[in-house]
Nanobody, 124 residues
Framework: QVQLVESGGGLVQAGESLRLSCAVSGRTFSTYAMGWFRQAPGKEREFVAAISRAGGNTYYADSVKGRFTISRDNAKNTVYLQMSSLKPEDTAVYYC?????????????????WGQGTQVTVSS
């Protein structure tokens, strides 16, 4: 069974930065495309960023492009989301997802495994 564990969330002020991490169990991490999604209260889960299996291709939502950077370390079975210039509208629970043999999709139903989420709160 694949397990994903997010960490790094917290409370920050607008303009500050955070780095989220998602550690994935098992020895097949390099076969998963990985994605970050977020869900604010009363809203659907939305795509934030994704990265291909080898890390050569990255994809971003327009709302975070230029502010967030997704990366991965296949030796550590970990994917990261560096978030800069945070805004109050970035407040949400952030989830990582794993897509076996995928390319990094923008849709939630493309991901087979999910973490429990980590809360990010940005105050104005």
């Amino acid at each position: 069974q694949v397990q994903l564990v997010e960490s790094g969330g917290g409370l920050v002020q607008a303009g500050e930065s955070l780095r989220l991490s998602c550690a994935v169990s098992g020895r097949t991490f390099s076969t998963y495309a990985m994605g970050w999604f977020r869900q604010a209260p009363g809203k659907e889960r939305e795509f934030v960023a994704a990265i291909s299996r080898a890390g050569g291709n990255t994809y971003y939502a327009d709302s975070v492009k230029g502010r967030f950077t997704i990366s991965r370390d296949n030796a550590k079975n970990t994917v990261y989301l560096q978030m800069s210039s945070l805004k109050p509208e970035d407040t949400a629970v952030y989830y990582c997802g794993a897509q076996p043999y995928g390319v990094g999709s923008r849709t939630t139903d493309s991901y087979n495994y999910w973490g429990q989420g980590t809360q990010v709160t940005v105050s104005s």
